[in-house]
């Protein structure tokens, strides 16, 4: 294992017993005092294969190799400027519909965007409370069924 300068070395002194990063370490110290990874994962409820995992990542990258790596996911489909004109816009005008603010930004921004993604973004910060009228539809008695209502 090369050695690392000091500026690599994660600061354990101000980890909290819930931290992950402690319990890992914990996990790969145990392995390396020749603890049986069947028994470490019973008593930390993981997989064993999880154990010889992050024991190799330490052994490769020390204890920063025991921090989560950022895992990309699918990209946002609004950016933070677009968040900020989709609220200015439905703060200015409440009437204003999620396929208008979808038009405005898309006619702004020249990208695609679905009224839908604005909807989900608007319920989220309180903007929009329900789809459509609101009113609740009555059931109707289905056809040819005789029931005692459509006697």
Not at 2 to 27: A, G, M
Request: hydrophobic share 35%; glycine share 6%.
């Amino acid at each position: 294992m090369k050695k690392k300068s000091i500026e690599e070395i994660p600061d354990i002194l101000f980890l909290k017993p819930e931290d992950k990063i402690l319990q890992r370490l914990q996990l790969c110290l145990a392995f390396k005092m020749g603890a049986k990874k069947e028994d470490i994962a019973a008593h930390y409820n993981v997989a064993p294969k999880t154990i010889f995992n992050l024991s190799r990542s330490f052994d490769q990258e020390g204890v920063k190799g025991l921090i989560d790596k950022a895992r990309p996911g699918k990209p946002q489909a609004l950016d933070d400027n677009d968040k900020k004109t989709a609220l200015t816009l439905k703060v200015k005008d409440p009437s204003l519909g999620c396929q208008a603010i979808a038009d405005a930004i898309q006619s702004e921004k020249g990208k695609e965007l679905s009224h839908k993604t604005i909807e989900r973004f608007l319920k989220f910060c309180g903007l929009l409370t329900f789809r459509g009228t609101g009113v609740k539809k009555t059931p109707h008695a289905r056809k040819g069924k005789k029931t005692k209502k459509n006697l």
